[in-house]
């Protein structure tokens, strides 16, 4: 029977050379990817013990860009001609200091 070994598991921080030891602020960059590196591994466990949280993670991706698509489908309108109501002379004609020197006499 084939087992399949696991490699051992380094570290990002030592991959990227962010000993401590190398500088403070080296030691506090390694600090936080030693950090978001363990958030990873441990979500990563989660969801490989866990198949509903699986589930509801998939479900939640396919919503969501499912979202996105009817955001970029239905309400990008976008045309070839540009807007009559919108350029240089638009932005002037509402602006405030355009207004001011209106109604001054």
Known sequence: ???????AQTSI????KLD???GEMKEGLGVFVEAIDNIALSTGNFFRND?????FFLSYLM???LWAFCLVLF???GTLEPSPDVGPEE???HSY???EQASSP
């Not at 029977?1 to 490699?7: A, C, F, N």
């Not at 921080?13 to 990227?16: D, K």
């Not at 198949?51 to 589930?55: G, L, Q, S």
């Open 1 to 7: 029977k084939y087992v399949r070994r696991r490699k």
């Open 13 to 16: 921080r030592s991959a990227l």
């Open 20 to 22: 401590p030891g190398s």
């Open 51 to 55: 198949p509903f949280a699986r589930a």
């Open 63 to 65: 919503i969501l860009h």
């Open 75 to 77: 309400h990008a309108h």
């Open 91 to 93: 932005l002037l004609r």
């Open 97 to 99: 200091r355009h207004n």
